[in-house]
Structure formats: structure tokens, C-alpha cells
């Protein structure tokens, strides 16, 4: 009997120092859990270099630096432990899971014992600290101390056995911008109609630019410019979004800069949601106040149904745009029929309006 209880006691105490030198546990999210199994490996690819692989757990060393203890079993079928230091950091897993997934970390409410309310993601937790992502205030590290309660919010799903991916142009319907800015660091690149050359990146979170011109060659001196920016001022995950922005259309045939500055809401998630934008043109004859509302709705694990409308004071007509969206994890591409309700077009198959995106 004393044989058993000796070698339970050195088992736990060798394992408490090995873990203290490559740091402390950390639960990373609740898709992850605490420990990496074979199947979210073979899913996210996070060790796909390891044959054999059985399990593994990350630690924390220091900021956001993690390391990975791997089991893993040898060509004889015999189990060995590695470990892998450094593996990476908080921010590098979560964008690599998050790429070509619909898999987000978990998106939380921290409410602190001074009255602080933090909303943002939870990167990962230790006993001692909670590790968070915020859009306005960057990463932190909060003791548990100073925690009064974390509530958390939903987190998107996993991709299911039929291959659903998340949206990966959630930026803009048709052409209204809705209230989702891109993640700070990624970016798309995009065509309209053959014609029209467009991109965006992520500067923060909560802050993108755009810019884009026409493809078709013009001399120096009547090109065609449209730039722009968006701000995100609140996220309320896969419920409700603000976001304000301004867009400019200039160049050498256009001898006055116009543009629109506008706001935009968003009500739903990543599978369904309705925008509601509204928006002043400046410059032009005297400006005009603008509004539009667009939606759209999953109907399978690629494809998106959307609509969208805009309404012009004073105008004789109202454009209506339907069609789908198809997409994978990177590309999308919107096909649609422009109808300019109060014209007659004498068809009724519309004008159509097609574009192509590029998410890296």
C-alpha cells in the first residue's frame, strides 16, 4: 500500500515543477477547453507537425506567451511527452482557429469590483488571472481579485459536418456598409462588375479603411478615387452593433469632393441580420439626407439570401437590390438585380450587380 501512495505523491510533485517552468495552466476557450484533443487538432491544425498525436496543454510562461506539453505515441506505439516552447501566444491561437472556421473566443462581459464594466473576448484563463481582449483598451490582464463577475456571451459555433463556414464579407451587403468592422490586422481586396478595383484593412478592431479606383486605364488627370474609413463605437457580440464612417468619391473627373458621412446599426449574428443606415451627402447640389436598410439570412451552409434598399429625398426613384451571396473562408461572391422603383424598365429580370471579395 505505501508503495502506491509514494509514487502517486512523486508523480505530483514532479508534475507541479515541470509545469512550473514552462508556466501556468491555462484554459484557452471553451471550444478548446483545457486540453487539445485529436479531434479539435485535426480540425484547426495547431499541431499538425506531431504524428501520433494523443493530447495537449498549454501554459502560460508570461503576457500572452504560451507553451504546449504534446503526448504523442512513437513508431513502436509507445508514449512520449515534448515539450514545445515557445509555442505562440494568446492572439496567435485565437486567429489561427478562428481562420476558416466559424469558431470565435469566448465573447464576454467583465465586471470589476470598482464599478468597471470591460466587454471584449476572454483569450484565456488561469487560476490567478483572466486574460481579455478589448477593442478600445487592447489586451489586459486582470487578477481574479479584482473580478466581481464575467458574464459570458454566446459563442459562434463550430463548423458542422455539412461544411458551415462563417461569412467572411461581413463589412457590407450589396453596398451599404453594415455595422462590422474588419478584425485589426486582416483585409479583403475586391472587384464590382469587372470595373471597379476596391480594399480594405483592419487598422484596430474597431477602426478599417477602404480605398478603390476604376481598372480600365484613364489618363492620369480623370481617374476615379473612392476612400473612406469606418468606426465601430459598440459591439454587443451576435446581438447588436454601432458603427459610424465617412466615404469620399474624388479625382480628375470629379472636380468637387462628395461623399456621405453616415451610421450604421446592425441587429442579429453571423447566420441573420438587419442594417439600418443613415447617412448626409455633402458637397453636389446642397447635400441631401440619405437612408437604407439592407438584410440577409443563411440558407445553407454557403449560401446567404439579401435585399437591399435605398431611399433618396427628392429622387424619382428608390433602388432595390436582391440576390444571393455565396462564400467559403476567404472568397465571396454577390450576385444580384438592381430594381429602380418608380422607372420602368420594361423587363423584369432588373439590372444586374455582381462583385467578388477576397478576405485575407
Known sequence: MLRPVILLVFAFFTRSVYAQGIGAPVRLNSVLGDTLTPEINARFQLLPQIAGFKWA????????????????????????????????????????????????????????????VLLGKVLGETEKEVMFQTSRFGFQ??????????????????????????????????????????????????????????????VADWLMINGGTVLFPLPADEMIFDYGAKIRLLEIPNEFALATGVQILGGGLIKDASGMAYAVGSVGDADRKLNLAIGDAFSGPGGAFIWGVSGDARVSSTIKIMAELWVFPHSSYTPLIVGVRFFGTKLAGDLGLLYPIGVTLGSPIGIPVASITYVF
Open 57 to 116: 496543454v498549454f501554459f502560460l510562461e508570461d503576457d500572452s506567451l504560451l507553451n504546449a506539453k504534446v503526448e504523442w505515441n512513437n513508431d513502436r506505439g509507445q508514449s512520449q511527452d515534448t515539450v514545445i516552447t515557445p509555442y505562440g501566444t494568446l492572439q496567435s491561437v485565437s486567429k489561427k482557429m478562428e481562420t476558416g472556421s466559424d469558431v470565435s473566443f469566448d465573447s464576454a462581459k467583465v465586471e470589476l469590483k470598482d464599478g468597471t
Open 141 to 202: 490582464k486582470i487578477e481574479r481579485g479584482q473580478i466581481e463577475k464575467i458574464k459570458y456571451q454566446a459563442v459562434r459555433r463550430m463548423p458542422d459536418s455539412n461544411g458551415t463556414v462563417s461569412d467572411p464579407n461581413q463589412t457590407r451587403a450589396f453596398l451599404m456598409p453594415t455595422a462590422t468592422t474588419l478584425p485589426g490586422g486582416t483585409g479583403y481586396v475586391g472587384d464590382y462588375e469587372l470595373l471597379f478595383f476596391n480594399a480594405a484593412y483592419g
